[in-house]
Every structure is written in C-alpha cells, then in structure tokens.
C-alpha cells in the first residue's frame, strides 16, 4: 500500500482555504485531473464539499478532517516515522508539532508523548544528538512532507501545525476524544 501522501495535500489545501478551484489544486499539486476528481467527487459524496463549475467550496469541515484523520492513519501504517524520547523545548526550533504533542503546546492533554512532529530531512543530524541522551517524552518525528512547515503558527515559542492539521493527526494517531470535539467548536466560533 502507498501513502496518500498527495491526497493529504489536497485534503490540507482545502481544509485551510476553505475555498479555491480545481485549476488552483492542479496546478499548485502538479496532480492529474481524473485522480484530482476522484478526491472531489468522493469528498462530495460525503457532503464535505460542493463542486460546482471548477470551484470548491467546504460546506461540512468536520466531514473533511475526519477524511484527512482516515486517510492519516493510512499515512501512519506505511510511514512509521522515527521515535526519539526529547524535551520538546530542546527541538521547538526546528520541528513543527502536530497532533497529541500540539495539543499539550495548546494545554489540552497533560503530556506530549507519542505525539506527532514534523522535520527537515537536514535537521535530523541535530534531532538524533538530542535524542541520544534519552530524556524526555517519546515523539514521533516525520519527514515525509515539508509542506507542512508551509501551514503553521507559533503559540508560546513552540511552531505548530494548522488547527486543521492537527485534529487530522491527533485522528490518524487513533485519538478519538472529547478533545477533538472540542477544537472543532472552537474552529467554528473563530470563523465567527
């Protein structure tokens, strides 16, 4: 089985933006049209999106990020990532933190442990030296998309990946809790 990781892409693109087209997501994504609309058309049919004449609309967000948490876990079984016990303090400059260890940067679980966080393929000289001392909580450190440091914001010093990123984590990791619930709340009062 191959990762979706292009599908990923898409699915990111159109939880963020909420709106674009698909002449947009072709030419960004570099994708061909019938896979491109094999995504929209399944999206659709879930009623997270409507597409109509080549525009792309999120009608339904949760729909959304519970495909992108499904299409994650697919991610994760292929993509093991490398497992290092650090203090996310020691690697906050040069990581992005996603899943269960952004929601302990953001207070919502009490310890960051097997969370996700993404890094450069060049910054993992620097991550193993810390790693080696053995100290800290074990994180799951990913390199496969560095697309994602394209979709971030810093909250107290720490660089964390979209809200939208990661509930979509926090579901791939196999974390169905109050806590995503929650988030998706507070993703709706701050469109208002």
């Given at each position: 089985?191959?990762?979706?990781?292009?599908?990923?892409?898409?699915?990111?693109?159109?939880?963020?933006?909420?709106?674009?087209?698909?002449?947009?997501?072709?030419?960004?994504?570099?994708?061909?049209?019938?896979?491109?609309?094999?995504?929209?058309?399944?999206?659709?049919?879930?009623?997270?999106?409507?597409?109509?004449?080549?525009?792309?609309?999120?009608?339904?967000?949760?729909?959304?990020?519970?495909?992108?948490?499904?299409?994650k876990r697919?991610?994760?079984?292929?993509?093991?990532?490398?497992?290092y016990r650090?203090?996310?303090?020691?690697?906050?400059?040069?990581?992005?933190?996603?899943?269960?260890?952004?929601?302990?940067?953001?207070?919502?679980?009490?310890?960051?442990?097997?969370?996700?966080?993404?890094?450069?393929?060049?910054?993992?000289?620097?991550?193993?030296?810390?790693?080696?001392?053995?100290?800290?909580?074990?994180?799951?450190?990913?390199?496969?998309?560095?697309?994602?440091?394209?979709?971030?914001?810093?909250?107290?010093?720490?660089?964390?990946?979209?809200?939208?990123?990661?509930?979509?984590?926090?579901?791939?990791?196999?974390?169905?809790?109050?806590?995503?619930?929650?988030?998706?709340?507070?993703?709706?009062?701050?469109?208002?």
């Amino acid at each position: 089985m191959r990762a979706p990781i292009l599908k990923e892409k898409i699915l990111r693109e159109l939880a963020v933006k909420g709106e674009t087209s698909v002449k947009e997501l072709l030419a960004k994504f570099k994708v061909n049209r019938p896979y491109l609309y094999r995504i929209l058309r399944s999206l659709e049919s879930n009623g997270a999106i409507i597409l109509e004449m080549g525009k792309i609309k999120v009608v339904d967000k949760k729909a959304l990020l519970y495909t992108w948490g499904e299409e994650k876990r697919k991610i994760f079984q292929v993509i093991k990532g490398a497992t290092y016990r650090v203090r996310p303090k020691k690697v906050r400059d040069f990581v992005v933190f996603s899943g269960t260890s952004a929601l302990w940067v953001l207070g919502k679980v009490l310890e960051p442990s097997f969370g996700t966080a993404y890094i450069k393929k060049d910054d993992f000289d620097m991550l193993k030296q810390i790693g080696i001392k053995r100290e800290g909580y074990p994180i799951r450190f990913y390199s496969y998309d560095e697309d994602v440091f394209n979709y971030t914001i810093g909250i107290r010093g720490y660089r964390i990946a979209t809200i939208e990123q990661i509930i979509a984590d926090s579901i791939g990791e196999g974390m169905y809790t109050r806590i995503i619930e929650e988030l998706l709340e507070e993703i709706e009062q701050w469109k208002r």
